[in-house]
């Protein structure tokens, strides 16, 4: 079994994290500033549909894994590379790649001494990613968003990661240790820090100036941070909208689905009947479930629903390596109230299966994979299989308001 956090703390304000798992199956193939809004984008219609997929990944280890492609190219070139097996994640912000996927030579940011500007970020079992903060132009369906920083983990020109980074971690910088060849982050913040890492150096630090001496803390201005590249985009630039199709209770080999640039800039990505439930400066609603208050967010990048189960309800933990999953002896059916912000509420049902016997499917998507959390609620990718989700971008405006918020 293979942890990872693929919602970080919002650097700057108090952790809240989220569990992605994955369990090896053999033979089984497959933040923000708050500057001015950059608007709703509504200059004209151009293709704002990139596929997903849900499979095991390019590792071939990872249920419920969300996939795409992205292109990338050196900024305002043609010199360009497709790359594939990216894990799409509502709960991070940027695009981080695999150094060793990427074959461009990608221009390094670099503070005002000229020194190379690196990025830590940390997962939720004290693994990470280090690495050099680069710019590249970002295409995804028919959408570019220029110059945008990213960030490429382990890379070789930037020194090993300090302590701050790394300090009792393990390096999550090849495809099996990541389960990915990179991650994209298109949660609900335009950067992946924001004012703390502006305004002040942050402590656990997050950007870093290294030289030849090493690396050591740094602060990085909005716009030089890992950005969010649909915010970048110049157009369809106010949100994202996940659509996934429902799956069987016992999962489904594969599911293709679509991600669609935009909160109602064209005629596919209107909101319709859908909720608003905004969200507070870390990206949270809330979740009133058997009688106690949860902080909650959607996270397509956590392969399961985590929640706190330990306390009022009996929901067996797996045997062995797959303890940190649920195994009721039965499907067990619950229902959840989510407050936003913005105090609208709605009940939610879902259900639990005994996860060994999902694996033993040998699906990649499963609807009611679960497992425990401690004191959060996270609405993995299991929430978004029959629903339309919608990402609301921090400072953007919407037909259902500004960002940030979540709805469906």
Known sequence: MR?????????????????????????????????????????????NVQPLQVN??????????????????????????????????????GLRLLASQVTLALPRSKDAGGSPL????????NSYGWGAVATADVRMAGEQASAVPIQLIASPDVPAPPSDCSSGGTAADTVSALGARGLLGIG???EDCGSACARVTRIPSVYFTCGAAGCTPASVALGSQIQNPVFRFPQDNNGVLV?????????????????????GTQSNNALGSAHVYTTDDVGDMTTAFQGSTYSSYLDTGSNGLYFQDS??????????????????????????TNKGANAFSAAVSFKVANAETLFNTNNAA??????????????????????NVFVGIEGQTTPGGAGPYWAY
């Open 243 to 263: 659509s996934l199709p429902a799956v069987p209770d016992l999962g489904a080999p594969t599911v293709a689905g679509s991600l669609i640039f935009g909160i």
């Open 311 to 336: 306390d009022t309800i009996v929901l067996p933990a797996c045997p062995g390596e797959d303890s940190g999953f649920s195994c009721p002896p039965s499907i067990v059916s619950f229902t959840a």
């Open 188 to 190: 609900v913040f335009r």
């Open 366 to 387: 499963l609807n009611d994979l679960a497992g425990p959390d401690t004191g959060d609620f996270d609405w993995g990718l299991p929430f978004f299989f029959g629903r």
């Open 3 to 47: 942890r990872r956090r693929a919602r970080p703390a919002r650097p700057g304000r108090l952790g809240l994290a989220a569990l992605a798992i994955g369990l090896v199956l053999p033979g089984c193939g497959g933040g923000g500033g708050s500057g001015s809004s950059a608007g709703s984008g509504t200059s004209g219609a151009v293709n």
């Open 56 to 93: 095991f990944g390019p590792a071939n280890d990872l249920v419920n894994g969300l996939f795409t492609s992205v292109t990338i190219c050196v900024p305002g070139t043609s010199t360009c590379q497709t790359i594939d097996g990216i894990e799409v994640d509502t709960g991070s912000t």
């Open 118 to 125: 690196a990025n830590c970020i940390s997962f939720v079992d």
